[in-house]
């Protein structure tokens, strides 16, 4: 029988078959080729004995937190205290695409934006959409709960965006301990030190602060430029344009003309520097 693993408890592994659970061991030969069952796997199982025989191929791999085929990760960015960091969702933006794992972002905090500094981040959803990528606020939670049925869902951002509380906010039976943002920030740490699964709206979340152990440099700058989805809808003269230094390049070409976001561009030009390095 075929099933994904939930959760791991020391050795014991809980595996999902439709919407039933088992409890599993995993076969010994599993220990001696040093490959661990993690969560997220979809594994061959036999029911009669309550033992794993088999992990099929991982799709993607996380480290932290240790998760296989993960589906989605939301990138939780807090549109105030903490500001807007654009360079950091742009950051968390290539690396979750890089990993082939489908991107949403929940701005937070609108609450506390005036007329002007809402209509920004209106512009920026736009944006975003335009490129393909779904984008909520976190007071959406009803389109967010149908975005992430039957999903393996990470969530990432730095601390005090709002991860814990927008768990709150899906299933407020979870009680998710939250933090005061300066306390948060005092300590330096995330308020989140554990690893869990959360049965939510049929899928499931991590509530971590995710991707920390993975960064930029893995990618190769040809790597990065793809993860910059809009950069694909334009023509250059050099068909490995790196949309740097050449001439006659649509990419820059789009950029004057106001068609790609000069931020984004900017950050682009930063990561580039950032892996040459
Ligand atoms: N005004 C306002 N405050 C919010 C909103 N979302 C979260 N907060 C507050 O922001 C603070 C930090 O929220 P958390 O949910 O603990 O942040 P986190 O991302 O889980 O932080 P770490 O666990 O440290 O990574 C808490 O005081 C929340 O009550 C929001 O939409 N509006
Ligand atoms: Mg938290
Ligand atoms: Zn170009």
């Known amino acids: 029988m075929n099933g994904q693993i939930v959760r791991v408890i020391s050795n014991l592994y809980t595996v999902k078959i439709d919407d039933q659970l088992y409890g599993c061991r995993a076969r ?47 990138i939780v960015t807090s549109t105030k205290k903490p500001n807007l960091d654009l360079n950091l969702l742009d950051k968390l933006l290539s ?76 299933d407020d039976k979870l009680n998710v301990k939250t933090d005061e943002i300066s306390e948060a920030l005092g300590r330096g740490k995330h308020t989140t030190r554990h690893v869990e699964l959360y049965p939510i709206a049929d899928g499931y979340i991590a509530d971590t602060p995710g991707f920390s152990a993975l960064d930029i440099s893995e990618m190769s700058r040809e790597q990065l430029r793809d993860t ?37 561009y900017n950050d682009y030009l930063l990561f580039l520097e950032e892996i040459r390095k």
């Open 28 to 74: 010994g030969i599993f220990r001696k080729n040093k490959i661990t069952p993690i969560v997220g796997d979809n594994v061959i199982i036999d029911i009669d004995n309550n033992v794993i025989n088999d992990i099929l191929p991982r799709r993607n791999e996380l480290k932290r937190p240790v998760i296989a085929n993960v589906d989605m990760a939301i």
């Open 95 to 170: 690396i979750i695409i890089f990993n082939d794992i489908e991107p949403v972002i929940c701005f937070t905090k609108l609450d506390l934006l005036n007329e002007a500094e809402l209509e920004m981040i209106e512009s920026l959803r736009r944006y975003y959409e335009m490129i393909g990528i779904n984008v909520l606020y976190n007071t959406e939670t009803n389109d967010i709960k149908k975005l992430i049925k039957n999903k393996i869902v990470v969530l990432a951002g730095q601390t005090g965006a709002g991860k814990s509380s927008l768990l709150n906010k899906l």
């Open 228 to 264: 910059f989805l809009e950069f694909n809808n334009y023509e250059c003269k050099f068909r490995d344009c790196m949309h740097n230094k050449e001439n006659d390049c649509g990419v820059k070409k789009a950029l004057e003309n106001k068609m790609i976001l000069q931020s984004r």
